[in-house]
């Protein structure tokens, strides 16, 4: 791949994105994208690709928030040992940062086998990486406990987001931002 289709790829992406801000649950805005047919082909390729950012993103996410058994010791001041809860802060901060690409992939992305699969090794990530699965378990096992933990996250509130709501504690927040 060349620069230049990375770019195109990218500028595509971010179209369909912008595009399905307001209804990420309506009809995927495929075919309306200038160059979305020419770049991807297929919505299924398109979706695949929005899926790759996704993982990459949220792969980001829980690097920085999980740390290992082995590194228990090391966790900064103010942060607990409880994979769980990293994984929770993880998701919710990719998908606090990324609400529309996370609402299109939910809304369309077991619609397509690939996809669908991605999505698999996805919660199978989270499954591993929250300690509640081993990387040797059956994916499906280990997607099955992913889909259950991505469930109650969904479900549970993003305390991040809540937690600067007040005035008070957002005037507190510039004023001490280590807060």
């Known amino acids: 791949m060349s620069w230049s289709d990375f770019y195109r790829r990218r500028d595509v992406m971010a179209e369909v994105l912008r595009r399905a801000r307001h209804d990420p649950a309506g009809p995927l805005p495929f075919a309306e994208v200038p160059g979305a047919v020419e770049t991807f082909g297929t919505p299924e390729s398109l979706l ?22 082995e590194d228990a010791a090391d966790l900064p001041p103010g942060r607990d040992a409880d994979q769980v809860d990293a994984v929770g802060r993880a998701w919710h901060a990719a998908v606090r940062e990324h609400p529309t690409l996370a609402a299109l992939l939910d809304a369309h992305g077991d619609r397509h086998p690939t996809v669908r699969a991605a999505r698999r090794t996805e919660l199978g990530m989270l499954a591993v990486a929250a300690g509640l699965a081993e990387p040797y378990e059956p994916a499906e096992d280990t997607a099955r406990v992913g889909a259950a933990l991505r469930t109650l996250l969904r479900h549970q509130p993003d305390r991040a987001a809540s937690r600067w709501r007040h005035p008070v504690d957002q005037l507190l927040r510039k004023l001490a931002p280590t807060a």
């Open 48 to 69: 695949l690709a929005l899926q790759h950012r996704w993982t990459q993103l949220l792969s980001g996410q829980l690097r920085a928030e999980v740390a290992g058994p």
